[in-house]
């Protein structure tokens, strides 16, 4: 019962491309966010979106843009790739503010590498 | 803004030992703060959480204490079994827009 799904599981591009990650979630959920996980620097947030067409940076948004068209469909763009976008992206969702006991769901994450 | 610290980065114990796992979060406004368990290859997965009206709670052999004067938390995991070997992240929040602010995770290592 995946609830929260990431359109591609690897991917690999090159130096300069315009990279679309795209997450979808089926729970209703209000807030949607973009992480990358980096060994020994756990989670860091990218984006978060807590309405259709919302945005918000989160700590480390340079180099990225975001889009929330609809509800339940968040898309991460890199607008011009790099090496060192190279990462594990993982998508999540919540409601506003998140429930406890459900706190985030996450996607099972997108292994990027930009060579 | 948040910030979140986590101790240690690996931990190992035997099965059957206790585990406990330390936070300390920077904004005494934050009001939520869950646990997330992340086996190797799979997503990370809520495992307990707490709000800041709470000083314990307690789920089977899981167990999240906060203290809110000092601005610590921690994960307690008792009579460890080899299919908790995994990594946790603890995470501080819950204001403005409810983001998250995560550690760095520990990797627990239990052998049998």
């Known amino acids: 019962d995946v609830k929260v799904t990431q359109s591609s599981r690897y991917l690999v591009k090159r130096t300069g491309e315009k990279v679309f990650l795209e997450c979808v979630q089926d729970?209703?959920?209000?807030?949607m966010f973009w992480y990358r996980q980096d060994p020994g620097l756990g989670l860091r947030l990218i984006y978060f979106s807590y309405d259709v067409k919302m945005k918000e940076k989160g700590d480390i948004p340079e180099g990225y843009s975001v889009s929330r068209e609809k509800k339940e469909r968040f898309s991460l763009i890199l607008e011009s790739a790099s090496t060192n976008q190279t990462s594990m992206y993982l998508c999540?969702?919540?409601?506003?503010?998140?429930?406890?006991?459900?706190?985030?769901?996450f996607g099972s994450g997108t292994r990027l590498t930009v060579v | 803004g948040e910030n979140v610290e986590q101790h240690p980065s690996t931990l190992s114990v035997q099965e059957g030992d206790s585990a406990v796992i330390k936070c300390t979060y920077s904004?005494?406004?934050?009001?939520?703060f869950p646990w997330y368990k992340q086996e190797l290859g799979k997503r990370p997965q809520l495992i307990i959480d707490?709000?800041?009206?709470?000083g314990e709670k307690k789920d089977q052999r899981i167990a999240v204490t906060l203290n809110k004067t000092a601005k610590h938390f921690s994960l307690h995991i008792t009579e460890t079994q080899p299919e908790d070997s995994a990594v946790y992240f603890c995470a501080a929040g819950g204001t403005g827009f409810q983001k998250l602010v995560f550690g760095t995770g520990t990797r627990l290592l239990v052998s049998p």
């Open positions: 904004d005494s406004a934050s009001n939520y």
């Open positions: 999540a969702s919540s409601l506003s503010p998140p429930a406890l006991g459900h706190g985030y769901t």
């Open positions: 707490i709000r800041s009206n709470v």
């Open positions: 729970m209703d959920h209000e807030n």
